[in-house]
């Protein structure tokens, strides 16, 4: 597609809950990231993948995230038993090395927690 | 740890120009960037700087780095109303770490 694109542009789930959130990069980018930016603030790096593997799962704030990437292609961003303060934005990009210094961003999935 | 500081508010009148500065920490980056969000828009790469250079320019856009004291400034000449907007200064390479973005407001 023309750009990055992420599902659902808008999430509403009950404290407790899992919910799946899906990133679609730039065809061709081996690059993808997800981040997270509460409101009012800057992002906040989550998780790395080159390709369908994650060098780089850093800043995964618990156990109740995990992220996974099929091939070069879609990834999922799962948050299990979501709680309130899990309540953000999250983006997705993605970037084609040797090109990496251009990070693409999707207009992201507004998660909120009730 | 790393860490991007920027100041939260920036004020300008249309037609002047607006300068907005950041402080980073991680002298290993090899790029800097600027990145625009718009109200309801995605993030937008609008500059970067390769961590060799002191100076880039892009049409309205100057972005000054000062690699010894870790400043990186971005300068918006001629201020329009479309560039209301907040501006994160980001330091990294595949881990991106973000500033908390400064909101420039344009007064006609």
Known sequence: GAGVSQSPSNK???KGKDVELRCDPISGHTALYWYRQRLGQ???FLIYFQGNSAPDKSGLPSDRFSAERTGESVSTLTIQRTQ???SAVYLCASSRPPLAETQY???GTRLLVL | GEDVEQSLFLSVR?????VINCT???SSSTYLYWYKQEPGAGLQLLTYIFSNMDMKQDQRLTVLLNKKDKHLSLRIADTQTGDSAIYFCVQGGNKLTFGTGTQLKVEL
Do not use: A, M
């Open chain 1, 12 to 14: 509403v789930t009950e």
């Open chain 1, 42 to 44: 800057g992002l906040e």
């Open chain 1, 84 to 86: 309130q303060e899990d």
């Open chain 1, 105 to 107: 961003f999707g207009p």
């Open chain 2, 14 to 18: 249309e037609g002047d120009s607006s």
């Open chain 2, 24 to 26: 980073y920490t991680d």
